[in-house]
């Protein structure tokens, strides 16, 4: 009998327990279509349970994390607790969890579905060929970086934010951008700020360094402020983009945008022997309980799962499909449409259902 692919779910925080809720249910339907035996268990994990039990990011959820085959998670992030410091606010779990699973590379594929082409901001001949993975160092630089601190009275304060990269953790995510776009169109673009800072400039080292190991891969170097400006002016242009924790942050956000949402952008974060899959959207407890929000990214998150835990590419690419046939269905959840159309859109599990019903109809 085959071993278990043994998911340990997350479900977060706001829309996070509704859109995970509905990843399960595709990745469930998935695995039984395709004979891939599965164990998903649920665990506490971020505000809500800091709220019943003071504790985000308890010992057995990080027992079950480190255990598990993979990690499939909700947003995190409630603003009922942002008159906390921010190391002590319940989201700083996601960094915590990030670092349990040495998950040091983040992925962000924004490709374009022929369904979505009018969400788009940008015209259908800019996009219609998007296909773009951003590959994010995701365990240094700011948002790990020492000293962090804040001095001074109020009126008259300091604060410091440290961005610190070591060239060995610059030069496995570089190495990891090259080998990611060998297996796609052959062309890397590196995105620093090496104008102006040294951290930036030890990444421009390190890449020209590693790049004659992949001659086959087109290289070339970009400033984070004038990769912005080409990803709305000719997204098609680029294929991988590797940048730092906070570039790739900001930039991948960008994809979404051109993709027409944040709610359809799905992630992985690899490295380690467990990896993590999220969305990349928020937790927008605005939208919590209504039964309104987006499951597009949680469903391709788990898409993401199959494919980079036990390599189930097949049962990947049907999850995909099934996403694309609900889109060229017209089915639009309200993040997707214009305001003046959102009377129209479906709800969460509407669109859900209709990816299981592609699923049925076409594995």
């Given amino acids: 009998m085959k071993h278990p692919l043994k ?3 997350f479900g ?10 509905q990843a399960v249910r595709v990745l469930e339907a998935v695995c039984e279509r395709f004979n891939i035996p599965l164990e998903a268990t649920s665990y506490p994990f971020g505000s809500n349970s800091f709220r019943e039990t003071g504790v985000a ?6 027992a079950a994390a480190a255990e598990a085959d993979a990690v499939l998670m909700g947003s995190v992030g409630d603003p009922a607790f942002d008159h906390l410091p921010p190391m002590e606010r319940p989201q700083r779990c996601l960094l915590d969890l990030r670092q349990l699973l040495d998950a040091w590379a983040n992925l962000r594929p924004a490709r374009m579905s022929g369904g979505l082409l009018d969400c788009s901001p940008l015209k259908a001949d800019r996009v219609k ?3 773009i993975l951003v590959v994010r160092e995701l365990l240094g630089g700011l948002y790990f970086g020492k000293p962090r601190t804040r001095t001074g009275e109020p009126g008259d304060q300091t604060a ?4 610190v990269y070591h060239e060995s953790e610059i030069e496995r995510i570089v190495r990891l951008g090259f080998e990611l776009a060998q297996g796609r169109r052959k062309k890397l673009c590196s995105v620093d700020k090496s104008n102006v800072l040294e951290c930036s400039r030890l ?6 360094r590693v790049a004659p190991e992949f001659p086959d891969v087109e290289v070339s170097h970009m400033y984070v402020d004038a990769c912005c400006t080409v990803l709305v002016t000719d997204p098609q242009d680029f294929d991988v983009i590797v940048s730092s924790n906070l570039f ?11 993709l027409g949402s944040l709610g359809v952008l799905p992630s992985a974060s690899v490295g380690g022997p467990t990896s993590l899959f999220e969305p990349v959207h928020g937790s927008a407890p605005d939208l919590a309980g209504q039964g309104i929000a987006n499951p597009m990214a949680a469903i391709l998150s788990a898409a993401m799962l199959l494919r980079h835990t036990g390599g189930h590419e097949e049962a990947a690419l049907a999850i995909e499909a099934a996403v694309d046939s609900a889109l060229a269905q017209g089915l639009r959840t309200k993040d997707l449409l214009p305001r003046g159309e959102r009377d129209n859109a479906c ?3 509407e669109f859900t259902d209709a990816v299981l019903a592609a699923l049925q109809a076409h594995v």
Avoid: N, Q
Avoid at 12 to 21: F, K, L, N, Q, S
Avoid at 57 to 62: G, I, K, L, M, Q
Avoid at 203 to 208: N, P, R, S, Y
């Fill in 347 to 349: 709800g969460t599990k």
């Fill in 248 to 258: 790739g942050d900001v930039l991948s956000d960008l994809t979404a945008g051109l």
């Fill in 129 to 131: 060929d998007l296909d």
């Fill in 7 to 9: 998911v340990c779910v």
């Fill in 203 to 208: 990444w421009e080292e390190v890449v020209a």
């Fill in 12 to 21: 977060g925080d706001g829309i996070g327990p509704e859109v995970t809720d």
């Fill in 57 to 62: 990011f308890p010992e057995a959820s990080r």
């Fill in 160 to 163: 410091l934010d440290s961005m």
